[in-house]
């Protein structure tokens, strides 16, 4: 139970935060995301806001070698998140988790940071399921395709965690982000919200629900935003758990009765004499 509650918290505090807002069902970006986040911002009990762009992109290595007829370059597609890093860090610490190279400033340019499970190097398996970059290393350059349009960028480090959906990002600042994708509209697809310590996220999410947030957005805990998969493990190795004490709870059980049994028998001269001379059953017992 332990061990998976390490990567509950790791997605609580690194991806999720206290109060996750998502996108509602079939929307790509969350409309008025700028209100919401000053309306989060004002919310008593808030210490920081952090709003995410994400679309999806293709990642592609070696991509100035000439190919032969027909050949395939190295191309992984994944999610790529357009951040303000100054508000990401406070928010979430991603800067922590940067366990390579070095942390993105807002003035980067053509700089990313990749999760660790884009990179063969930092993968301990080979599946089809989880394509990677087979080369690339901190410093190497790619080229990244997003919205159509392609840039070379450098990766300035590299970002692992115990949740995927860190490990298979790659980070860019928001002011980039929206100039590749002409996203000038600010609509963010997610925003983090940090409370201060003692203060209970339950209620500061029914206080941005207040505001009217809930028509344009998923506004939820950490604990109800939690991945479907993280939820079937906490079940499951609960349920170990349960087993396993019930086990002790029977063998602590069994234990005892032999310790009595045996301390019984070998004193049933002893008391063969207390209820010879009268003493009660009860007290003997």
């Known amino acids: 139970v332990g061990m998976i509650e390490g990567v509950v918290q790791t997605i609580k505090v690194h991806y999720l935060g206290d109060v996750f807002i998502s996108t509602l069902k079939g929307k790509s970006f969350i409309q008025h995301s700028q209100d919401i986040v000053k309306a989060a911002e004002r919310t008593p009990g808030v210490a920081a806001v952090s709003a995410r762009y994400l679309e999806s992109g293709i990642l592609e290595e070696d991509y100035k070698r000439s190919k032969k007829p027909g050949e395939v370059g190295d191309v992984v597609a994944t999610n790529i998140a ?8 406070r928010t979430s610490e991603l800067g922590r988790l940067v366990v390579e190279g070095e942390y993105l400033s807002p003035d980067d340019y053509d700089q990313v940071l990749v999760g660790s499970l884009l990179l063969k190097k930092y993968l301990d398996f080979e ?5 990677v970059l087979e080369h690339s290393i901190l410093g190497s350059k790619i080229r990244l395709t997003l919205s159509g349009n392609v840039r070379e960028v450098t990766i300035k480090g590299i970002v ?11 980070f860019m600042t928001d002011r980039q982000f929206r100039n590749i994708t002409n996203r000038f ?4 697809a997610e925003i983090v919200v940090r409370v201060s310590p003692g203060v209970d996220s339950a209620m500061v999410r029914d206080a941005i629900l207040a505001t009217g947030a ?11 935003g939690e991945p479907k998969f993280v939820k079937d493990m906490k079940k499951t190795f609960n349920m170990l758990g349960t087993m396993i004490s019930s086990i002790g ?14 301390n019984a028998i070998t004193r049933r001269k002893f008391i063969g004499i207390l209820k010879g001379i009268g003493i009660h059953a009860l007290a003997i017992e």
Do not use: C, H, M, W
Request: hydrophobic share 40%; net charge negative.
């Open 82 to 89: 357009g951040i303000d890093p100054d508000a990401e860090d």
């Open 127 to 131: 599946s089809p399921n989880f394509p």
């Open 160 to 170: 692992k965690s115990k949740a995927d959906e860190l490990d298979r990002r790659v």
């Open 185 to 188: 509209d600010y609509t963010a």
């Open 214 to 224: 809930g028509e344009y957005a998923k506004v939820q805990t950490a604990e109800e």
């Open 249 to 262: 709870l029977v063998v602590a059980s069994i234990t005892i009765f032999i310790v009595i049994f045996i």
